[in-house]
């Protein structure tokens, strides 16, 4: 199959199998009567007027879901990095160092996720529950990480911050990089 498709060579090839990957996944955990959810939908708190399921489930259905999204950020920086890195060194030989470090990183962008995902699970700053302000299952909104934190950043900002706003930051200064590299080149 590879030495008849030679895009599959290409790293990039298997960062956005993952990324689809990822949105898949994303997408059936958020759909209404999924198992991975939890079962909770915005109707079901619409109907009940409240949540009708336990804490538990409602604090593993948002791990779960925020670890995926979590992996879908990471994946798109990564994506990003890569072709900023690949344009920089002038790399365009694909598969030139096989698919097993990029299957490594898809596995370290899984175990960074989950190691981000479990701060609030595991109570160390903020927790995962329901919000009924917004009505989901989410990291809930409190002033501060612990009750003797004098750390003054909100915990949800703080987990935000880390898993979507550093990959918002590495996609935008890598498409900068490609974005002045290509400027460079004269137009034909």
């Not at 991975?36 to 538990?56: A, M, R």
């Not at 003054?152 to 974005?179: C, D, E, H, K, N």
Request: aromatic share 16%.
């Amino acid at each position: 199959f590879g030495q008849e498709f030679v895009m599959t060579k290409d790293p990039v090839f298997l960062l956005i199998l993952h990324l689809s990957f990822c949105d898949l996944l994303y997408c059936i955990s958020g759909r209404p009567g999924s198992l991975i959810s939890g079962l909770p939908t915005y109707w079901d708190v619409y109907y009940h007027g409240y949540y009708p399921y336990s804490e538990e489930m409602c604090k593993y259905a948002a791990f779960f879901r925020n670890t995926i999204a979590y992996a879908d950020f990471h994946t798109v920086a990564l994506i990003s990095a890569y072709f900023a890195w690949r344009r920089r060194n002038g790399r365009q030989q694909h598969g030139q160092y096989g698919s097993k470090p990029v299957l490594v990183v898809i596995f370290g962008i899984w175990i960074y996720s989950f190691c981000i995902t479990c701060i609030p699970l595991m109570g160390l700053c903020g927790q995962l529950g329901f919000d009924a302000k917004h009505g989901k299952c989410k990291v809930i909104t409190c002033g501060s990480c612990s009750e003797g934190s004098s750390f003054a950043v909100p915990p949800g900002g703080l987990v935000l911050a880390i898993s979507v706003g550093v990959p918002s930051l590495v996609v935008l200064v890598s498409y900068t990089l490609v974005y002045k590299s290509l400027s460079k080149v004269p137009a034909d």
